[in-house]
């Protein structure tokens, strides 16, 4: 059975269907997922996306392949999960020798973790900031790492949009992450 016969059966409250289509397409979510949240949270955070689109299903329109639509939600539901879990608050090592063995000793040091939080934390931003077509676009290149060719196929644009979003999405990054790519803090 092919995708868009699934789809129209799971939109008509088969839930058979929509298990063939999540069997389809799990192993790319959860690449995809993997890519945007910690591993032990991937599989958490790909079954939220795919409970949401099933949730949704009624509002996919069939103008895109199933897996471009799933995509999306699976991208937003990663993002929405990392903006929640950057607010939350941890527990503290125990002051002194006492949390020292918790951490293996090749581990980065507070000051070097806190810096990669704020970086990652304004690359989430930077990319969040970006137009849903460009935001699409880096994530299906960079996270899922199509090609051009395998883009263009998923979107159904041409190879030369492609390259024209990405270059423009890649644009945005630079000025938005500017300092940061210059090896400052992202104040430049």
């Given at each position: 059975m092919d995708e868009s016969e699934l789809v129209r059966r799971a939109r008509g409250g088969d839930a058979a269907a929509f298990g063939s289509l999540v069997e389809m397409h799990q192993d790319r979510v959860l690449r995809l997922v993997r890519g945007l949240v910690p591993p032990?949270?991937?599989?958490?955070?790909?079954?939220d996306a795919f409970v949401k689109a099933f949730r949704k299903l009624s509002e996919f329109d069939g103008r895109s392949r199933f897996y471009t639509w799933i995509y999306r939600i699976a991208a937003n539901t990663a993002m929405d999960w990392r903006k929640r879990e950057s607010y939350r608050r941890h527990a503290p090592?125990?002051?002194?020798?006492?949390?020292?063995?918790?951490?293996?000793?090749?581990?980065?040091?507070?000051?070097?973790?806190?810096?990669?939080?704020?970086?990652?934390?304004?690359?989430?931003?930077?990319?969040?900031?970006?137009?849903?077509?460009?935001?699409?676009?880096?994530?299906?290149?960079?996270?899922?790492?199509?090609?051009?060719?395998?883009?263009?196929?998923?979107?159904?644009?041409?190879?030369?949009?492609?390259?024209?979003?990405?270059?423009?999405?890649?644009?945005?990054?630079?000025?938005?992450?500017?300092?940061?790519?210059?090896?400052?803090?992202?104040?430049?």
């Open positions: 032990q949270d991937a599989e958490d955070v790909a079954q090592l125990p002051e002194g020798d006492e949390g020292q063995d918790l951490l293996p000793e090749d581990a980065p040091g507070p000051r070097t973790r806190a810096e990669r939080n704020e970086l990652a934390r304004a690359i989430d931003a930077a990319v969040a900031g970006l137009s849903d077509a460009h935001r699409e676009i880096v994530l299906l290149r960079e996270v899922d790492g199509l090609s051009y060719e395998e883009i263009a196929a998923e979107l159904g644009i041409s190879k030369g949009t492609v390259e024209s979003r990405l270059f423009r999405a890649r644009e945005r990054l630079r000025e938005t992450l500017g300092g940061w790519m210059d090896g400052g803090r992202g104040d430049a």
